[in-house]
């Protein structure tokens, strides 16, 4: 069975600290697509991003940059130079055998000024 | 601009009334999705619908129906509310099922039953 696991139920930084959110995704696949959402305090979800897992490549976006290792079925998500614009939940979901996103129980950033 | 349009946003209910939620979406996409969220947790999957006249099952699908009746449209009801599924409630959709395919999410109807 796969299961997705966000170790991380809180974490509070100060402004302009970097935080690295975890995920692991544990799954028979070897190929495998994840996804990385946020939702504000408001509740709305907003896609972030999409990794394969047969890119190791680290892929950064402005102040977020996310880090996919293969042997640990890890994918890490970091925020650079948190603002607090940058509190929310995060969830990571990968799709599973079946074809259906399943979430993890999401990591709530608090980023405080 | 839109994307994805739920209604209503909050509503509140009594056990045994019945109600349906919208979704709908611009973008011309083949499959949407009712997931609910309940406190600490991810979404799960009510329902789903990989096009027009199509639907299916997810993993927490009793107590809800569902219908496609067009393409842009994904309605869910509950024929019978009880305070179990007093949650918040989201439409996804995607442009195809593929597991590379992103789902894009509505804002959530926030739903209480008392």
């Known amino acids: 069975a796969q299961k997705v696991t966000q170790a991380q139920t809180e974490i509070s930084v100060v402004e302009k600290e970097d935080v690295t959110l975890d995920c692991v995704y544990e799954?028979?696949?070897?190929?495998?697509?994840l996804f990385w959402y946020k939702q504000p305090p408001s509740g709305e979800l907003v896609f972030l991003i999409r990794?394969?897992?047969?890119?190791?490549q680290n892929e950064i976006s402005g102040r977020y940059s996310w880090n996919f290792q293969k042997s640990t079925s890890s994918f890490n998500f970091t925020i650079t130079a948190s603002q607090v614009v940058d509190s929310a939940v995060y969830f990571c979901?990968?799709?599973?055998?079946?074809?259906?996103?399943?979430f993890g129980q999401g990591t709530e950033l608090s980023v405080k000024p | 601009n839109a994307g994805v349009t739920q209604t209503p946003k909050f509503r509140v209910l009594k056990t045994g009334q019945s109600m349906t939620l919208l979704c709908a979406q611009d973008?011309?996409?083949?499959?949407m999705y009712w997931y609910r969220q309940d406190p600490g947790m991810g979404l799960r999957l009510i329902h789903y619908?990989?096009?027009?006249?199509?639907?299916a099952k997810g993993e927490v699908p009793d107590g809800y129906n569902v219908s496609r009746l067009k393409k842009q449209n994904f309605l869910l009801g509950l024929e019978s509310a009880a305070p179990s599924q007093t949650s918040v409630y989201f439409c996804?959709?995607?442009?195809?099922?593929?597991?590379?395919?992103?789902?894009?999410f509505g804002d959530g109807t926030r739903l209480s039953i008392l």
């Open positions: 996804a959709s995607s442009f195809l099922g593929g597991r590379n395919q992103p789902q894009h």
């Open positions: 799954t028979r696949d070897t190929t495998y697509y």
């Open positions: 990794r394969n897992s047969f890119d190791e």
């Open positions: 979901a990968p799709y599973n055998q079946g074809g259906k996103l399943i």
């Open positions: 973008m011309n996409h083949e499959y």
């Open positions: 619908s990989v096009g027009e006249g199509t639907t």
